[in-house]
């Protein structure tokens, strides 16, 4: 018994020396937040009405905005993202419990619904507070530009959808090239709006729902409205 015992002393000791060098890490990594649970929380955040007050009180201030400064301006300018911005895609976010699909057809209400497919249906609704400050600033004669991630193939039923939702009168929008790849949509969207300046316009005010439709420059006032349902780099 004596000498089995060292036998498994031994190997348990031999074990021990073949183990890695580092002991274990004295605190457990912090998990990310659980996926499950922040879909019905932002589900929550949607059905409470806390999203639409939420997106009212982020775009009052671009109505005060683009009053104070319209008239200061020569050929001022507001630029407007489209998706979640001048639309919503809720019935699609919903539809797809959060996924994005690309490709494959729209299956509503049940889903999944492809995002291409959807945005060829032209169906979005108008973000209601996004349609009061582009009303603001044509009636003030501010010239308004779309510039949108979506690609020019869609640029048909973009522009009708536009045009049904109430966002008649607008200056021009701009679509990413068919089978264009960006790192981050700022590498559109800024030169873009640097062309729109170089035009001679002074773009007072950028609205959209993700940081990369504001960040890089080429606008007075950003004004950011709410978006947990997704990420736009
Ligand atoms: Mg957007």
Redesign the pocket.
């Known amino acids: 018994m004596r000498a089995a015992g060292l036998g498994a002393l031994s190997v348990a000791t031999l074990l021990a020396a073949c183990a890695p060098a580092s002991s274990p890490p004295s605190e457990a990594a912090s998990q990310p937040a659980n996926v499950g649970l922040a879909k019905l929380a932002a589900t929550r955040y949607h059905d409470s009405g806390d999203y639409m007050r939420d997106l009212a009180r982020a775009a009052a201030p671009a109505n005060d905005w683009l009053r104070q400064r319209a008239t200061q301006v020569a050929r001022a300018a507001l630029v407007l ?5 001048a639309l919503t895609n809720w019935p699609v976010i919903l539809a797809n419990d959060f996924g994005r699909f690309a490709t494959g057809p729209c299956l509503l209400p049940e889903g999944p619904c492809g995002w291409h497919a959807w945005d060829l249906r032209g169906e979005d609704q108008a973000i209601e507070p996004t349609l009061q400050v582009f009303r603001t600033a044509r009636s003030l004669g501010v010239a308004v530009f779309f510039i949108s991630g979506r690609p020019e193939s869609e640029r048909a039923a973009t522009e009708r959808n536009l045009q049904a939702a109430g966002y008649a009168g607008y200056e021009r929008a701009y679509f990413t090239p068919d089978g264009a790849r960006f790192a981050t949509l700022v590498d559109f969207k800024a030169p873009t709006r640097r062309t729109i300046a170089a035009m001679g316009y002074t773009i007072i005010a950028n609205m ?3 940081m990369s ?1 504001l960040d890089g420059g080429y606008a007075e006032r950003t004004f950011k409205l709410p978006n947990p349902f997704y990420y ?1 780099p």
């Open positions: 993202d489209i998706d979640d911005t959209g729902d993700q439709d736009i």
